[in-house]
């Protein structure tokens, strides 16, 4: 059996932290995932998927972790269900993480127009990163290609490739 999940969104309000009479920290979310197609009127929706995350992580969350935060969810699906205050059954369907990732510097989602991967707003700078696209290439950017304008053909036999 397998039961495995790995989500990339953002934060759709400030987690909510928590600690049970045990004194365990645990932490709850809401993570927009966008959907990969666009529906009829060229939009792309979105799921909003409810996360719990335990222990420290969860204290790591509640401490860095905003609205609007691009994070990296890595858990497994859990249901549950109760009995609410009228009687009725209720189920929740949520992510337990195992590993949440903070995928932007601090405070890089805010007031910044960053599309759903984390990508700067147009004409903006790759949190700092690049600053100027005509820069010199040993600025060491994770962008540098290192073979580019070298003008030698790059000699690899058979036996250097992994595969």
Same mark, same amino acid.
Do not use: M
């Given at each position: 059996m397998l039961n495995r999940v790995v989500l990339v969104g953002r934060l759709t309000r400030d987690p909510e932290? !928590?600690?049970t009479p045990n004194g365990v920290a645990v932490a709850n979310f809401t993570l927009a995932v966008n959907r990969t197609?666009? &529906?009829?009127?060229?939009? !792309?929706?979105? @799921?909003?998927?409810?996360?719990?995350v335990w222990r420290k992580p969860a204290?790591?969350?509640?401490n860095y972790l905003k609205?609007?935060?691009?994070?990296?969810?890595?858990? !497994?699906? =859990?249901?549950?269900?109760? @009995?609410? &205050?009228?009687? !009725?059954r209720v189920f929740v369907t949520e992510i337990v993480a195992d590993s949440v990732q903070f995928l932007e510097?601090?405070?890089?989602? =805010?007031? =910044?127009? &960053?599309?759903?991967?984390?990508?700067p707003p147009s004409?903006?700078?790759?949190?700092?990163? =690049?600053?100027?696209?005509?820069q010199n290439r040993s600025s060491g950017?994770?962008? @540098?290609?290192?073979?580019?304008?070298?003008?030698?053909?790059?000699?690899?036999? @058979?036996?250097?490739?992994p595969f």
């Open positions: 932290l !928590r600690y197609f666009s &529906n009829q009127q060229g939009e !792309r929706d979105a @799921d909003f998927i409810n996360c719990v204290e790591n969350v509640a609205k609007g935060s691009l994070a990296g969810v890595d858990g !497994r699906i =859990q249901t549950r269900s109760y @009995d609410n &205050n009228e009687g !009725r510097p601090r405070g890089a989602s =805010q007031g =910044q127009g &960053n599309d759903y991967f984390g990508g004409g903006g700078n790759d949190f700092g990163n =690049q600053q100027n696209p005509n950017g994770f962008n @540098d290609d290192p073979f580019s304008n070298d003008g030698k053909p790059i000699d690899i036999s @058979d036996d250097d490739l």
